[in-house]
């Protein structure tokens, strides 16, 4: 593994065990180097996953992608970053567990939404206004009116 501070190529595993929810091993590394010392993650990729963006281009599946995008929209709300992981890491193995070697970047979409929805109302519009492209006050307006109606059922 290649040190982040001097590039050395070399590092020592000083401390290795397996993440809360189980889907990653935190490694506690020493460069042989500058005698620095950083943490990696190793995660289980099961299959490689292409994305089919709405206007037709396809990407590599990218978890740092979709967990940054989550991310974004828990900003500044009481959500755990440990929940966070466990959304993305969820959606992660149901993409790679469900057979397709492609997938609609919509369909993503909609299981962010899904598990936003359960677990921050705000985090749940911030996402929708971007993955949805709200472009006026009435948007965002029609939409929390539809949540509100949802909780009232």
């Not at 397996?18 to 889907?23: L, Y």
């Not at 990696?40 to 990218?62: A, H, N, Y």
């Not at 057979?99 to 993503?108: T, V």
């Not at 519009?125 to 006026?136: G, L």
């Amino acid at each position: 593994m290649r040190c982040p501070y001097c590039a050395h190529e070399d590092s020592q595993v000083k401390d290795s065990r397996p993440t809360e929810d189980g889907a990653a091993i935190r490694r506690r590394r020493q460069c042989e180097g500058c005698s620095a010392r950083f943490t990696t993650f190793e995660r289980i990729q099961l299959r490689d996953v292409m994305i089919l963006k709405s206007e037709g281009r396809r990407e590599l599946f990218d978890r740092d992608k979709l967990l940054h995008s989550v991310s974004i929209a828990c900003r500044k709300r009481p959500i755990d970053g440990e929940r966070i992981e466990r959304l993305v890491s969820s959606i992660q193995r149901r993409l790679e567990t469900s057979g397709d070697s492609e997938i609609e970047s919509a369909r993503i979409g909609e299981m962010v939404m899904d598990g936003l929805k359960g677990l921050d109302s705000v985090a749940y519009i911030r996402f929708a206004s971007v993955y949805k492209d709200f472009t006026e006050a009435k948007d965002f307006e029609e939409f929390a009116g539809n949540i509100q109606h949802l909780g009232e059922e």
